[in-house]
T-cell receptor
Framework: AQKITQTQPGMFVQEKEAVTLDCTYD???????LFWYKQPSSGEMIFLIY??????QNATEGRYSLNFQKARKSANLVISASQLGDSAMYFC????????????FGAGTILRVKS | AAGVIQSPRHLIKEKRETATLKCYPI?????VYWYQQGPGQDPQFLIS???????DKGSIPDRFSAQQFSDYHSELNMSSLELGDSALYFC????????????FGNGTRLTVT
């Protein structure tokens, strides 16, 4: 069963505007984490932000925030004040216990920031 | 802060040759992972090591093997290379269980001609 679903293959956003990248997940774990990674065209995989299932507050890291809705099993990434350097592939991921806690990725969303 | 170090960054090999990729995890991280990412795809899990013992195995071909050494660095060995092995290979490390992030190296881009 698909553990992470990212329904937006590609997104455009105007520079300085905010953008939301969608992520829904499927897990039977009671305790779990959700992760977002950024992969620029140069290829490296950069860890951005983490949300724990028991965290009461939505995670924030600088211009990145997570809109976590546990009942809907969604963990959308919000990027505020987009910059040209935000253009990249973004992956949502989780580490299901049934998969031995290895990281399982969604298909990714390509974000393009327009000037 | 120290990051995961991979070498080489780029590697070009011919079919049927062998390749060895190296990875130095973040100090004190207890688990090392190898992932393969084909063009336009999400990374796919190959193999992992917990405290130098193989802990899990994914869709890793029999032509590939990996190990983790006493100094915690890891190597992925690939033999009888095929055109389809051309991909970006990541090493990652983590500390703790399923709520800890994996930290990735910059990857090795392998091209098989």
């Amino acid at each position: 069963a698909q553990k992470i679903t990212q329904t937006q293959p590609g997104m455009f956003v105007q520079e300085k505007e905010a953008v939301t990248l969608d992520c829904t997940y499927d897990t039977s774990d009671q305790s779990y984490g959700l992760f977002w990674y950024k992969q620029p065209s140069s290829g490296e995989m950069i860890f951005l932000i983490y949300q724990g299932s028991y965290d009461e507050q939505n995670a924030t890291e600088g211009r990145y925030s997570l809109n976590f809705q546990k009942a809907r099993k969604s963990a959308n990434l919000v990027i505020s004040a987009s910059q040209l350097g935000d253009s990249a592939m973004y992956f949502c991921a989780t580490r299901p216990m049934e998969y031995g806690n290895k990281l399982v990725f969604g298909a990714g969303t390509i974000l393009r920031v327009k000037s | 802060a120290a990051g995961v170090i991979q070498s080489p960054r780029h590697l070009i090999k011919e079919k049927r040759e062998t390749a060895t990729l190296k990875c130095y995890p973040i100090p004190r991280h207890d688990t090392v992972y190898w992932y393969q990412q084909g063009p336009g795809q999400d990374p796919q899990f190959l193999i992992s090591f917990y405290e130098k013992m193989q802990s899990d195995k994914g869709s890793i071909p029999d032509r590939f093997s990996a190990q983790q050494f006493s100094d915690y660095h890891s190597e992925l060995n690939m033999s009888s290379l095929e055109l389809g092995d051309s991909a970006l290979y990541f090493c990652a490390s983590s500390l703790g269980g399923g709520t800890s992030p994996l930290h990735f190296g910059n990857g090795t881009r392998l091209t098989v001609t």
